[in-house]
Every structure is written in structure tokens, then in C-alpha cells.
């Protein structure tokens, strides 16, 4: 075993400090083991660390799954427990008499019953430390195997009870069947034996070190584990209280639960007393809503895998394809295509070229058409942003599609090897590689906003899968369930409905739809056990597929619904306008038609001259002129209010009930407040302490609108994004303030000379102040000794007693130098230190003027203090 070494602590170290540093060492190092041969290097991961996690359906998905068949097999196996495994049939097991529910109880071998609950209580015991685990009671590497071998010991055990009473004590045909507890078994037994196989699974992404030794579960998977253990927990114990009220066998009273529950209502079993039916209304009302609550919590948990690996899986994958096709000038779409770079030729060129072909009689335009054009290559089909090139099959000469790259100059190809040919294929340099990879279709996105409206439209066409993806996911599950289950049925109920598979087809789908008609029901004591697994399973995945169609089938209808109407019985008031919008090759010819009429009318009533006193009215202005108008100059005080404002509004747009997406012009806005105040932070030479670039103290202010750092790919939502970055703006902003405040006083301080020191109020006392009750200022005057003449003190003590020298030279003046050379540097170092910090008093006062507007009370204080630290 290898483990990373670390030194031994000093002698003088306690225990306690000891132990916790060995705990602490022993959840974040990383032990491996070295196996011998090919087998895979065994990997154990602390409790916690930093490094990636894969596996995701062996760490999450598979510890749910063994949460929810641990409790469903404790169930069956009670079932399988209370229950005698063996009955007698009237009238020797002829029909209608000798009916599987008229059956008579033959009691077990006593070691049957024994070695029964010798397999629950494992069943039970694997179990409860599978969820002392979840609740982190119990540690991982030892709960789990214990899990394991319990369910395993539980499987093995009802194996051998079943295979031991098929052999000694068989129930004797016709006259004699197996019971519903047999078949209960037979069910229980599976259940344990892919729970634990599972659990196997999972540790073994463990050793391989796939994941910590810990299940990465959210709140709301584990509260889908403590709701399915309820749920079932609630229809076992129903079960006794209705075997008990009703006298009933418990398998046949487990039955009635989950048809109740479940809302199905055969009709076959129902309350034969005024308690039972009493009981009816409080259980049916709890189970149906430990229901709900189960299969909301199954919903989430089926629309967070789809999002976490597919959803985001097929954005990323969509967001490359299309990062792929993008081309930004005719340079890059001519490399892509691998056409011959574009040349640029003078007039005298053009004049040279046309005076050589001129008696081939070529006309000019044509000959530079052909030139200058890329239709020489191909057929170019521009639609939108994107680009269509269809190369010439039979072109000659130049390069690329069409010809372009395929001449050889010696005139035939070289010949390559086996491997040079694989990897060239793998590599995908191979011509057909690129011959592909030419025929797609290329996007062109020269300007920053169509890189933000093609990430948009990526965005609506993930938005679009992953609707259609969870309905797809329901309605094969729906279809598997439905079909697989008409076929356990048909034979389960052979012997006594005889049911064909279309029957079994109809009984299946009418249970699906908990419709519940009643003329087919399960009746024999194998259908009616399979009816409990299998409708606990079909009926809330029926219930999630209709929650998908509400959002994609039935919302489709609703709004093909609202388009009727408001063509027709309630005409909507602008309908041809959006009509037309939407439709913009039929508006054109519209419009093109329109203006072919007005100019015919125009001609026959001859042209008018306008009347002197009519005005002129200017074209209304559009958002694209609005947009191309250039913004006028911002002082950065005047950003720094916009900014405040614009964060109390991205505030409130957190509170909206569905996540807010901002248009390109919005985020134009934004853009311009997040990154004003990078510009003192990078031309600022003093950035010692702090960590420049991204994660740093600038934060992210530059990004690409379809790249990896793109806002519209953040697992937050934009107006959080948003905000967050707003606040990383008005927090340099601040700091690039204080700086320039800072570097004004240092200026004071170089010219005049002086230090400015500022006064510390934590303290009673300053060195540089005396102790006297009057006034202090923020600052003092250190004076360091220099040559006598220079600077010095206003008083001076000799041998000959105290005098009075100059402050400095260069402030002496006239006849009585002295006193005005101090009065004037003393009023001008207050002059200059008061304008700086007025001005940085006036720009905090701005700024919390404009915040006070949004922020009342604790939350202005709560968010300054955010700010501060």
C-alpha cells in the first residue's frame, strides 16, 4: 500500500491535536493499492476531496434505486413471512369453484418459517444500515459491505426455501397451488439480489476511485429516500390493521391497500364492515399523498439527471458544432472551404489583363467577376447566418472544392502504408474526412450580437430538447411497462381468465389510467403479487409522462387553441401584423406588390409637387438606428449612480417567478457597468496584494458569447450572473477611488515635504500628539532631521536658547520670512488635503444617495457591509 507521507509532529504536540490531524489525513489522502497482473490499481478516496467525480449513475442514481427496493422487499418478505406458502383448491382445483382466492391454507414445515425470518431480519438489518449511511451514522466502507452481505444472505436464504419446498414438500396439482406468499418470496428474493448487485457496482467505483467513499446525494434525494421508506412502510402496516379489521389473508389485504392507494378500485376486494370503511378515509387520504409527494421527488430527480448529463451534454456538444461552422470574413470561409486566398489586383493589373484577353473577345465584368468571385468554385446558398456551398463536380484548375488542392504535381498520388491510412483516418485527414467536413453548412457571425443570438437560438433548441427528451424518456418506459406487463399477465392468468394478450393489453392500459373498471382484475396468487411491483412501479411513471405532455403535447394544443381564436371567434387585434412578421418572403412580395401598384397609380395621375405649407415629417426611428447611434461620454460618477440603480433593478428581477433572459441591448448595458472599472484597476501600477485577471480582484469582465466562459452557460441564472457582477464592478470602483484618494495625499506629501499620518481613533494616545484637551485633527507633521537650513522645526533649541529657523527655503519671504513661510505651507498642505477628501466625501455621498432610494434600513446596512469586507 502507497500512501502519501507526511512528517511526524513535535513531541510537545496534545492527543487531541494528534487525533484530529489523523482524522483529517485519513478523509483527504488517497491510498492506492497495486494489484497484481491486469488487474485495475485500487484507488481509496477520503470522505472528502477536491478532485472530480465520474460514474454519476453508479454514485447517485444507484444508491436511490437500492433505497427504494431495500423497503419494498422488506414488505414482500413479510408478506412471504405471515403467509402459508401452499394451498388447497375446492373441488380439486376445477373451475369456477376451484379459483386460486377460495383456497384453503396448508401449514408449513416449521424450518420453512424459521429460516423465513432468519431472511427478513437480514433483509431488515442490511437495510437500516444502508440508511444509517445515508445519515452519515454509520461510515461508508463499512455500512455498504455489511449491506451487501446482508442482502445477499437474505437472497441465498429464500432461494433455498424455495428450491427446498419445490423439492420435498410440493403442492400436489390440481387439487393444490403455491400461495401469494410463495410468489411474494420468489419477488423479494429478486429484489434483494439486484439491490446488492448495485451496491457492488457502486463500491466498486469506489476502489477504482471514481468518488469518494460517501454517496453524493442532494436534500432532495434524500428526501426521496426517507418518502418511498414511509410510503412503503404505510402500505405494510395498512395491510395488518385491514387483514386484522376485515379478516382477510395479509397478502390479499396488502393487495387492497395498493389498489386503494393507488386509486385504481377494482371493486373486488372492498371494506366488509362499517370500521373498515371508517379507516378507508384517513389511510386512502395520507397514502394518496405520500404518493405525490414520492412521485414529485421521482420527477425531480428524473428531470436533474437528464439536465446534469444530458441536457447540458447536448448544450455543450450543440454550442461546439456550432463554434465549429463559425467563420468571421471571407479569409476564414475561403480556409474552410479550402478555396485559394483572395487577390487583391491593382487597376493597372486589371487594365494588363483585360488588354491580353481582349482578343479572346472576354468582356471586362465577366473576367473580373470571375476573379474576384467564389462563384468560380460553387453554388453559395446564403440564408440567415448561415452559408450553403455546393462545389462544381467538373471544375478545373484553382484549388479547393472544386479543384482546389487537388492537383499533384508529379501527377499521381502517393501511395501510403497500412498505418499511415488508419491514422490518417483516425485523425480524420483523410479526403472523404474533409469532404464532409466541407459539406457542412458554415455560419458567419462577424459582429459580437449574432454570436449572442446564435447562443440564443442554442439555447431555444435545448430548451426544445429537453421537453421532448423527458417525453420521449416517459413514453418508453410507459411503453415498455405497458407491454411487458400485458405479457407477465396473460400467462399469470391463463388457468383462470384465459386472457389473450389483447385483453391483457386492455386490463394493463385501463390499471395505467387508474380508470379501474373492474371486468378484469387479477385473480390468480401469482397475478395479484406481480399487480403490487408492477403498478408501484407503471403507475407513477403514467403520472410523470403526463406531466411531460402537459408541457410539450398539450401546450402545443393550447396554443394552436389561442391561434383559432384569434382568427376567428375572437379576433385579436393585430393578428395579420404578427402574421406577417413571422412570414417575412410573404411580406415582402406584399410589399413589393404594394409598391408596383402605387407606382402604376402614381403614373396615371401624374406626379404632384407638395404644397409649400406641408412639413416634411423625418423617418421613425428603429431599434437598429437607435442601437448605431454612438452613446454620448459618462463620467465614471455618472456610471457609478447608473450603476447602483441597475443593481436594485437586477434585485428585484431575482424575485420574478420565472428566470428573467435579457435582450442583446440590455446586455449591452450591463456590459458597459461591469467593465468601466477595470480600467483604473489595469492601468494601475499599484496592485500590489491584489490578484489581477480572472478570480481575482477584476473578476470576469471579458467573455465570449458562445465560448466555455459564456454567461448563457452558467448554472446560475443571468440576472444572478448579473448581479454578481455587478457587484465585483462597484467593488473595484471603490478601490480604484481609495487608490486615487491614497496617491492625492502621497502628492501632498512629496511636495510639501511632509508624512501625513492618519489618526488612529482605537488608541487614547498618539506619539505625534501631546496631551492636551483641544482639537485634533485626521493627520500630523512628522519632521525629519535634515541639514540645518533645509528643513526643520518651526522652533529650535541652542546652547544660546530657542529660535525661530524657516520651515523650508523656498518658503521664506521678504523681510519676515519666517512666519509667512510657515503660515503658507501650513495653508496650502490643508488646502490640498481638504479638495481630496471632499471629493472623495462628495463621491461616497453620490453613491449612497442613489443606493438609499432602493435600500431601507437594515438592508443598507447589511449591504454596505457586504461591500466593506
Known sequence: MESPKDPSPPASQDSTGMASRNRLLEADTIHTISTPGRLPTIRLRGKTDDLPQDWWFASTAIPLIAATLGPLANVLSIAALVSKWRVTLPNDGVLPEGSDQYGVDIADPHWEIVLNAISLGFGFFGNFLLLLNFTKRVRYIIALPVTIIAWYFATGILIGIIVAMNNYVPPIRPGETYSQGFWHAIIAAVLYLIGSMMLM????????????????????????ILQTMMFFFWLAGGAAVFARVCDWR??????FCDVTVLTVGFGDYVGTNDAARGLVFPYSVIGIIFLGLMINSIRKFAIGMSKDKVIRKH???????????????????????????????????????????????????SLLKTRDSLDQYGHFHVKGRTIEFREKKGHAGGGGRGGAGRHNSHGAKTALSRDAKLQARATGATAEARRSARRAKLVLLKEEKDRFEAMREIQSNTHK??????????????????????????????RIQDLSYFEALYFCYVSLLTIGYGDFSPKSNAGKPFFVIWSLIAIPTMTILISDMSETVVGSINRGTFKLADWTVMPKEGVWHDFLESHPQLKDWIERKTQEREAKARINAGFELPRPDEEITAEPQTLENLAE???????????????????????????ADQPVKYDYEEWVEFTRLIRFSAKGVEGDGDTSGDEDGEGGELGLVKWDWIGEDSPMLAE???????????????????????????????????????????????????????????????????????????????LRRTKD????????????KGKDKQGEGVEDSEERIRRDTDEGEDERERMDREVRVVLEDGLRGGEMGDWMSSVKS
Not at 458544432?321 to 478555396?339: A, F, I, P, Y
Not at 461620454?633 to 441597475?646: I, N
Open 315 to 365: 448544450q455543450l456538444q450543440k454550442r461546439e458544432q456550432t463554434l465549429s461552422r463559425t467563420v468571421t470574413s471571407e479569409k476564414e470561409l475561403r480556409d474552410r472551404l479550402g478555396l485559394p486566398p483572395r487577390r487583391e489586383s491593382t487597376e493597372a493589373r486589371k487594365a494588363s489583363v483585360l488588354s491580353r484577353r481582349a482578343s479572346d473577345g472576354l468582356n471586362a465584368n
Open 201 to 224: 457496482v457502486n463500491m466498486l467505483g469506489y476502489f477504482l476511485g471514481h468518488y469518494p467513499q460517501h454517496f453524493d446525494l442532494d436534500d432532495d434525494q434524500r428526501t426521496l
Open 465 to 494: 430538447f429537453e421537453k421532448y427528451w423527458a417525453l420521449s424518456m416517459s413514453v418508453f418506459a410507459f411503453g415498455v411497462l405497458w407491454c411487458v406487463g400485458a405479457l407477465v399477465f396473460m400467462y399469470a392468468e391463463h
Open 716 to 794: 446560475v441564472g443571468e440576472a444572478e450572473w448579473v448581479l454578481e457582477r455587478l457587484c465585483e464592478s462597484l467593488d473595484r470602483y471603490t478601490k480604484v477611488q481609495d487608490r486615487k484618494a491614497k496617491k492625492a495625499l502621497r502628492k501632498v506629501d512629496h511636495e510639501t515635504g511632509h508624512t501625513l499620518h492618519h489618526l488612529d481613533t482605537g488608541h487614547s494616545s498618539h506619539p505625534n500628539y501631546p496631551a492636551h484637551p483641544g482639537h485634533r485633527k485626521g493627520y500630523s507633521y512628522d519632521h525629519p532631521p535634515h541639514e540645518a537650513g533645509d528643513i526643520s522645526p518651526v
Open 801 to 812: 536658547g530657542e529660535e525661530v529657523v524657516p520651515l523650508h527655503k523656498r518658503h521664506a
Open 250 to 255: 395479509y397478502a390479499d389485504a396488502l393487495y
Open 629 to 655: 447611434e454612438k452613446i454620448p461620454a459618462k463620467t465614471d460618477h455618472e456610471l457609478a449612480r447608473r450603476l447602483a440603480k441597475t443593481i436594485k433593478r437586477v434585485a428585484n428581477d431575482l424575485r
